[in-house]
């Protein structure tokens, strides 16, 4: 018979070790499973977190996965879950190497992927001087020459809130989709001019941005570039298991226990799309892990 384990935690980024690290303490069977790729893995450091500022992503992981490995109930396999269906007793899982297994609970902590704006020669920069979060980087760049890059309103609405690190913030479009009337006349109110014309590329210094070149020949000078044209979910799983999302297509989860539509799936991480810090990751992995605990306790007739 194939081994069954007490909880299945997807994903081995700072949500699915906070969680695998509460429920090891807990004493519980857990299977931490997780490859590829963290949601930050290009950044040149973590910011916004407590004792960790300027830390590369992966030396923060790899400490994680460190403290865990004193916990003999705990077992961590680098493998993708690539099928999670629903059985009488719990959970049958299937990963990419053709391995499976049984849990009697499952958290998903996924996370999410970012979509990177079509720039010739992006990547370069990612990570250093181009980013997705202001609360990250923003700090970095205060009060030095910025542009936010996003078509209609959502551009607009990140280059209005950049002004918060900056007086110096340009908004580019790309030759995307126009931004209302309205939101043109809050820019103009603000002092953000606004370039439609779509992006030849960057340039900089390694992976220093200094300058925006345009498709019309001309540039700008700019320190750092933040975009908002969104990310998605990294993994399916919350589909097949049938996981209601929101609006803003995060899983809906119940405030307390952070348990999904689906009983006995939980998520933690910016699989939600909550707040999207490490510090928000770590506690929503902490919580959701005492949750699963309980519950266990509860079907054990303990609690």
Known sequence: MRETHDVLVVGAGPAGLSAALVLSRARRRALLCGAGETRNHASHGIHGLLSHEGQLPADF??????DLKRYSTLERCEVEVVSIKPTYHGFEFTCADGSSGLALKVLLATGLRDELPSIPGIEAFYGCSVHHCLYCDGFEYADKPIAAFGSADKGAGLALMMKQWSADVMLCTGGGEAVSPEM????????????????AGLEGDGSVLRRIRFADASHIERDALFFSTGCHQKSDLWRTLGCVRDEKGGIVTDALTEETSVPGVYVAG????????IAVALAEGA??????????LSDDGLL
Not at 287 to 296: E, G, S, T, W
């Open 270 to 277: 910016d699989v939600s799309r909550d707040v999207l810090l």
């Open 287 to 296: 919580k959701a892990a005492v949750a699963i605990n309980r519950a266990l």
């Open 61 to 66: 992981i790899a400490a994680g996965a460190h």
């Open 184 to 199: 043109q006349k809050r820019l103009a109110a603000h002092g953000i001019p606004m370039f439609e014309a779509p992006i």
